[in-house]
């Protein structure tokens, strides 16, 4: 008799626990990335009443017999399956689609979430405003290059504060000069540069004419008074073929040092897409990389995780990289509030690299990630739990009777 009451005992406890873990799913249906959990039984050790026996003389085996002893529980388990994405219109609301986590830090430890709603905080860090929890990745460096292989940081996007320019490096020509010009005929054009402080300086380039098909090119540049001043390096020849298609260009770059501290510059003309057939000159720079002084206005997340910062001057350079984290075992990881998760000994250590890669998922922006709890599989649970919770219940009183028919027969 006892027996079957304990036997229902732990069926009525871990039923429940069947009952929280549900509970707690259905509590957090609206919870971002929030994963469900699943409970699976085992049966106990059982008690022989009756060992096995093998055949023998002609008469058959006979099979054990045993009495469970009840049930408890094999495991919690955590169900990573992807969850619905939901475009919330916020820039920095971050999903990601496939296997992966955030790798979020307090500053003192590092945690792994799929939850991506950050927000800038007032240092210019992404942070979980919720929590706190700085999302990590990599910097990128002075000239916009980005090393995943360093060490983690925050990500700071310091909206109007950084300033950044780019020297001109480039020049690049299109257009015509008039083929029926004498030997000796100039024909010059200006445009406008920039050096590595932002400095916006005027260049004059000079094509002569020196016989037919054939050009020579110098550069002078204008100095603080507005002359027009020779460049330190910075002359070469042009030569056409028979149709005006340019077919060799030779030269040195364009050299000199502007006033005020900024560095050598060095300019590369490209002179392809000049021709020289009869008709007016028309040749102009179409292209040049430079940029002069300008603020971080705004910024992109690309789904690598690169951020790029777009600039008041049109410049447009990557900031930084979100970082991303794979593990072996997912379901091994330790839960922990506010959405976050822990390395366990059973989940392997986190693989952190760029999203797209080594199986890390891509990340999807202005996007969050739903909780992938199923309402209508928990109800169907509740219902199946709790009708084997009241049925453990009714073992406990059918045996309470049992015991009290047998206290009754000392009467």
């Known amino acids: 008799m006892q027996r079957s009451l304990f036997t229902a005992v732990t069926g009525l406890r871990n039923h429940q626990v069947k009952m929280d873990v549900i509970g707690n799913n259905i509590a957090n249906v609206n919870t971002t990335a929030y994963k469900t959990g699943r409970v699976r039984f085992q049966d106990v050790l059982s008690q022989n009443i009756r060992g096995a026996s093998a ?18 529980i094999a495991g919690i388990d955590t169900i990573h399956t992807q969850g619905s994405l939901q475009n919330t219109g916020r820039a920095t609301d971050l999903a ?34 919720g929590n706190g929890f700085k999302p990590l990745g990599w910097m990128a460096n002075i000239d916009g290059t980005i090393n995943a292989d360093g060490p983690l940081v925050p990500i700071n996007i310091p909206i109007g504060e950084k300033v950044v320019t780019s020297a001109t490096q480039n020049l690049i020509f299109s257009g015509n000069i008039n083929a029926t010009s004498e030997v000796a005929d100039e024909y010059e054009t200006e445009c406008i540069i920039y050096d ?28 603080e008074d507005g002359n027009f001043v020779a460049v330190t390096t910075g002359s070469g020849t042009l030569t056409f073929d028979a149709s005006g298609n ?33 008709g007016n000159s028309s040749a102009l720079v179409r292209y ?53 998760y822990q390395v366990s000994a059973n989940s392997g250590q ?21 909780s992938n709890v199923d309402l209508s ?9 709790s009708r084997a919770f009241q049925a453990n219940s009714r073992v406990i009183t059918s045996s309470d009777d049992l015991l009290q028919e047998i206290v009754n027969l000392k009467r």
């Not at 055949?55 to 408890?72: E, T």
């Not at 971080?296 to 951020?307: C, D, M, P, R, T």
């Not at 890669?357 to 969050?368: D, H, K, N, V």
């Not at 599989?377 to 739990?385: K, Q």
């Open 55 to 72: 055949p023998q003389a002609g008469r058959g085996g006979i099979n054990p017999a045993q009495v469970g002893l009840g049930m408890s």
């Open 96 to 129: 990601i689609q496939g296997n992966g986590f955030f790798v979020v830090s307090d500053g003192m430890s590092m945690y792994f979430t799929r939850d991506g709603a950050f927000s800038l905080g007032a240092d210019g860090d992404l942070v979980n405003s």
């Open 196 to 223: 590595s402080q932002g400095g916006m300086h005027t260049v004059r380039l000079t094509f002569t004419k020196t016989g037919d098909n054939a050009w020579g090119w110098g550069a002078e540049y204008a100095d």
């Open 246 to 278: 340019l077919s060799a260009s030779t030269g040195v770059p364009i050299t000199f040092t502007p006033a005020g501290g900024a560095a050598l510059l060095t300019i590369d003309p490209n002179f392809e897409g000049v021709s020289q057939v009869v």
């Open 288 to 340: 040049q990389d430079g940029f002069p002084v300008g603020e971080l206005e705004g910024f992109a997340i690309g789904k690598s995780g690169v951020i790029s910062g777009v600039y008041s001057n049109g410049l447009v350079r990557e900031l930084a990289q979100i970082a991303l984290a794979s593990f072996a075992s997912p379901e091994g990881l330790m839960k922990g509030a506010a959405n976050m």
């Open 350 to 370: 986190p693989r952190i690299g760029a999203a797209g890669f080594e199986g890390r998922g891509i990340i999807e922006t202005a996007t969050l990630e739903m």
């Open 377 to 385: 599989f928990e109800f169907t649970e509740m219902i199946t739990t």
